[in-house]
């Protein structure tokens, strides 16, 4: 395995300049052996590449509208479970030590953290990260997007302080291996968070909600997208997802400790922190 390049000690604005792979559109392309690049054949040959490829190609094809779709369809909900996700982190967030933001998407998540440290941007779709990046130079945010694999990280272990995932790790192929990877490159004593879809507690907030997700949700969606397919897949893969205490249950079989949950919008979605031990 080579790994490309070191993550301590970085300032945001050298970050940039710190590696010479990044590319004219500002994203570096950071594949591990045998994942792969944007336009490039798949070398590894596993059977996850299905899913990975149908994912990235939905996102690839929603991506100019997933912001505008996003602040739609949760009433711009959204953007108060982000910045709740940057409150709760923030006794550990420092200017010294990189976040990194998994699934980051066009950045959303990454932009609130940037407020309070440099961040690593990870994710496998570059339209995504394209819009992201245009964000990024528009605020001149300390913001480094990368091209890589969640599952497959380019990273050697132990380096990051905190790690985010924010409605991504519902995405993976495998969940458990996202968190395992999580595990791998944060540092003893790290944080992790992961925002994401989740159960409704009430009852009747629960019928409410699905009857939005199940028949709305998805009418709206695709018709904006002009896509037909990703918010179908959204409604599905949200409703076939664990719920709080499931996906608690599995970041502690993973390994990470004082896994707790905060509730957000009645249990719309929730947000998981857990820690590796130091
Ligand atoms: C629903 S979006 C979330 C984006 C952003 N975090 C947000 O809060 O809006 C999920 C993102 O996960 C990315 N993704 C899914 N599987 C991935 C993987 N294996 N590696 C990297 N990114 C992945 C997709 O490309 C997409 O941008």
Redesign the pocket.
């Known amino acids: 395995m080579e790994w490309k390049i070191s993550v301590t000690h970085r300032r945001g604005s050298q970050l940039a300049s710190l590696l010479p792979e990044v590319t004219t559109d500002g994203i570096l392309l950071l594949v591990r052996k045998g994942v792969q690049g944007e336009g490039g054949k798949a070398t590894g040959g596993h059977a996850w590449e299905g899913h990975?490829e149908r994912?990235?190609r939905m996102?690839a094809a929603i991506a100019p509208r997933y912001d505008l779709l996003?602040h739609l369809l949760s009433l711009n909900v959204d953007r108060f479970w982000?910045r709740f996700t940057v409150r709760q982190l923030r006794p550990h967030l420092s200017s010294k030590a990189p976040v990194l933001d998994l699934?980051?998407?066009?950045g959303?998540?990454a932009l609130e953290l940037a407020q309070q440290a440099d961040v690593i941007g990870?994710?496998?779709?570059r339209p995504?990260l394209r819009i992201g990046q245009a964000k990024i130079a528009r605020r001149r945010a300390r913001v480094l997007l990368v091209e890589g694999?969640?599952?497959q990280l380019p990273f050697p272990d132990g380096v990051f302080s905190v790690v985010t995932i924010?409605?991504?790790l519902r995405?993976?192929e495998s969940p458990e291996r996202g968190l395992r990877e999580i595990y791998r490159v944060l540092r003893p004593g790290g944080v992790v968070a992961v925002l994401e879809f989740s159960q409704p507690l009430l009852p009747i907030f629960r019928h409410v909600f699905r009857f939005y997700f199940r028949n709305l949700l998805p009418r709206i969606g695709n018709w904006i997208s002009g896509v037909p397919g990703p918010y179908d897949y959204l409604r599905d893969s949200v409703q076939a997802f664990l719920n709080q205490r499931e996906l608690a249950r599995l970041m502690e079989a993973v390994g990470f400790t004082t896994v707790r949950y905060i509730n957000l919008t009645g249990g719309i979605a929730a947000l998981h922190l857990g820690e590796k031990t130091p």
Not at 103 to 106: F, H, I, N, Y
């Open positions: 990975r994912v990235r996102f996003n982000r699934c980051c998407g066009t959303d998540l990870v994710d496998f779709c995504m694999d969640a599952l924010a409605f991504g995405n993976l």
